[in-house]
């Protein structure tokens, strides 16, 4: 890092930090600190939500997916292209939410349950959900270690700190500093100046690599140069993959239906906006969002991927190897001679590997294989692009510590704590008491991320811990809003059915190695009973789940025990829903429809939805989510996500997947029609959405700001609930409609 890339990375932030602070005077209520005050505009939700959503985890995550599996098991998820159409284009989901005015998804669970469940519920979203979050500040600051060649200890009152340890605190601290001054409207704020800096940074990164790795000439003969059934290209060739295969894309695919609404880790942006048409169009607006970023993720994985195998760099991978074996090897068991200016030779190297024990060299695995590509694009990346992809990493970062902070905070304050409370809190103490469990969740963080070894994939152990709350909750959610017999019942049998299975496999994958194998492998009859089990169940399924009994992993990887999860949970909530339920519950009450409707949550001027025809025309209009509240430009962003999704990227998949079935394809055309959709295509699109995203971003963030200083809080609004009704509803609520205890 020279100077000039420094800069880069340091002139941003200062400004981002100076716009947070003039956030502060806006936070008067328990709803602005939550939500934002429920003001925000669609652009302002699609590019803050966006930022928010990548994280500097999820680019490592890629980068891990990209690097071992490539482009080949990318292409069989476009499957999901109809499905995702209908869940943008009518707002599956989010929209009745919004409706509901919940500010935590436990408010909506004690509006449709109990208040008995809500607390039951924010108990597993809150372990789950701080647990899958501890591992974000590791990875951050062991990523800047890596990439910015630091020490992996530096010597402090006479003892050795980990540096990742000392770059969690700096950035951590940062982080409750940000959501502590204003809350969701400093988030949301600072999130969405990140992301419209982030526009043109991410496109001068694809141009650079675009230019540095020749695709005909590197990348391309570098993807296909692999094994038998482990195809970086062609979809067809890719039966050997274990945890990145076709199995791990259709749950994939179930997963975003199922658990739509469900992760909290976004919560604040989910009540944000002004209305729940905002609210909906901003998840249409977030189908151009994505631009260059998706792509550069990709494309760094890819030239990563080339730098270390194409013969061109052959003398400067096997050196970038053996520094990273070194560097990972001293982050786990630093010794003298690791900074003794010692000669580090493979050998030198493989003998160290030799010698660590079975739960440090899955250790040594996982560091090597998340730091990998940091280590690589460190090494080929020159001067100004170095500080541009550096800033950018930094950017996601911290805004994904802000958001997931204030969410599972909130959580706590929201779902723990307040509905145990008789007499509610008075607006400054609430916003005192979110303050402090947000920071405790930072404290939490650090020393989960200090002390705990992941030992798996990134998406795997996002896949095992989320399950912890996601395989119960998809069912409640979706049953909740959508179904009139879903019962309290049910949702407890749903619940403790998903979480029970799941912590069953979380603890399979910690202590496998250490305890459970051992333990087996004492009775030669029990080891034969387990392991005839589970391969006498995965043998019908064969090829795409391969489950197999070995002294190093738990046979079950996360996104399996997360399919698992879902389909029990599904079948308990259904079964046991109609077998309690004594009279259908009234949705329209909750979704303030009808005669429970709040002129508030529609725009001046707009008349009531009307039902559609019955005719082929309303069924379109039913498909594409457009209602009495659309204007011509709403409908013109439908149409265009339409005809671009099912007519360009649907549309061209179906028809190679048919010609490919019928006449397969070699490999060289594989790789041109991925140089074709993944790099010219996005390329395309992804300068149209920098113009239009950064201009649309700055005009939106302006709006909301000028609705906030006009904007009349109720002190009400704080979350609670009062008879299965939200609190400042009780006034517009009809007195016989509301339900007895």
């Not at 100077?3 to 209520?29: A, N």
């Not at 990348?219 to 199995?247: C, K, Q, T």
Request: a neutral charge; hydrophobic letters at 50%; proline letters at 4%.
């Amino acid at each position: 890092m020279t100077w000039i890339d420094w800069l880069i990375v340091v002139f941003p932030m200062m400004i981002v930090m100076y716009i947070g602070m003039r956030t502060r005077r806006y936070v008067k209520s328990v709803a602005d600190f939550l939500a934002a005050g429920r003001v925000a505009g669609r652009y302002v939700v699609a590019v803050a939500s966006g930022e928010a959503g990548m994280g500097l985890i999820s680019a490592v995550a890629m980068f891990e997916l990209y690097y071992n599996s490539g482009f080949a098991i990318s292409f069989w998820s476009q499957l999901s292209i109809p499905i995702g159409l209908l869940i943008v284009l009518t707002g599956f989901a989010i929209y009745r939410y919004r409706e509901s005015r919940a500010m935590t998804m436990g408010q909506f669970f004690e509006i449709r349950y109990s208040k008995s469940f809500r607390i039951f519920a924010a108990i597993l979203q809150s372990i789950s959900g701080i647990i899958n979050y501890a591992l974000f500040p590791a990875v951050g600051a062991r990523f800047l270690v890596y990439f910015l060649d630091l020490p992996t200890h530096v010597a402090f009152l006479g003892m050795s700190w980990p540096t990742f340890g000392l770059l969690m605190a700096g950035f951590l601290s940062l982080a409750v500093i940000i959501v502590c001054m204003g809350g969701q409207i400093t988030i949301m704020t600072t999130d969405c100046v990140l992301g419209i800096l982030s526009y043109p940074l991410y496109m001068v990164v694809v141009i650079a690599i675009i230019l540095m790795f020749p695709w005909f000439d590197q990348m391309a003969p570098s993807l296909m140069d692999r094994p038998v059934g482990e195809s970086m290209l062609d979809p067809y060739d890719i039966h050997n993959l274990r945890d990145f295969n076709l199995f791990f894309v259709l749950v994939g695919i179930m997963g975003s239906v199922y658990s739509r609404m469900s992760w909290a880790g976004t919560s604040g942006y989910n009540a944000a906006a002004a209305t729940p048409h905002e609210q909906k169009m901003g998840t249409i607006l977030g189908t151009w969002r994505a631009g260059f970023s998706t792509l550069m993720i990709i494309l760094l994985a890819v030239a990563a991927y080339t730098y270390m195998h194409h013969a061109a760099y052959g003398d400067q991978a096997a050196a970038t190897d053996i520094h990273l074996s070194w560097k990972a090897l001293n982050d786990i068991q630093p010794q003298s001679d690791y900074a003794s200016g010692i000669e580090v030779t493979q050998a030198l190297v493989d003998e160290r590997v030799t010698a660590l024990d079975a739960k440090d060299t899955q250790l040594y695995n996982t560091i090597y294989d998340q730091m990998l590509v940091p280590v690589a694009l460190r090494d080929l990346l020159p001067m100004g692009v170095t500080g541009i992809f550096c800033a950018l990493m930094i950017f996601l970062m911290l805004s994904t510590d802000t958001t997931y902070m204030h969410s599972w905070g909130s959580i706590i304050v929201q779902d723990l704590i307040l509905p145990f409370r008789k007499k509610p809190f008075a607006p400054r103490q609430q916003l005192w008491l979110l303050r402090t469990c947000i920071t405790g969740v930072a404290i939490f963080a650090f020393f989960f991320s200090m002390y705990f070894g992941q030992v798996t994939y990134i998406l795997m152990f996002f896949a095992l811990t989320g399950s912890i709350w996601l395989g119960g909750a998809g069912a409640v959610i979706l049953g909740g809003l959508y179904w009139k017999k879903g019962t309290t019942a049910g949702a407890w049998a749903a619940m403790m059915t998903g979480s029970g299975l799941a912590v069953c496999g979380f603890l399979g994958q910690q202590y496998w190695a250490d305890w459970i194998y051992p333990m087996l492998a004492q009775s030669t009859t029990a080891l034969q009973w387990v392991t005839w089990g589970v391969e006498g169940i995965s043998s019908p399924f064969e090829p795409i789940i391969k489950w197999r009994i070995t002294p190093e992993a738990f046979p079950i990887n996360g996104q399996e025990v997360y399919f698992l999860t879902m389909v029990l949970s599904i079948t308990a909530y259904v079964v046991v829903s109609l077998l309690t339920l004594r009279e259908n519950y009234n949705l329209d009450r909750m979704l303030h429809r009808g005669k429970y409707r709040r002129e508030s949550d529609r725009a001046p001027g707009q008349p009531l939805p009307a039902r559609p025809p019955r005719s082929l025309r309303g069924a379109l209009k039913v498909l594409l989510g457009i209602d009495d509240q659309f204007t011509r430009g709403d409908k013109f962003l439908s149409w265009s996500v339409l005809i671009y999704t099912l007519g360009w990227s649907f549309g061209s998949w179906l028809v190679v997947l048919i010609w490919s079935t019928v006449s397969p394809w070699p490999l060289a055309w594989w790789a041109n029609w991925f140089l074709l959709t993944n790099i010219i295509v996005a390329s395309a699109i992804g300068v149209v959405s920098t113009v239009w995203f950064f201009i649309g971003g700055i005009w939106d963030l302006n709006r909301m700001f000028k609705r906030l200083a006009v904007e009349e809080r109720d002190i009400l609004d704080d979350g609670r609930v009062l008879g299965h009704v939200n609190a400042d509803d009780l006034g517009g609520i009809v007195e016989t409609d509301l339900p007895r205890e």
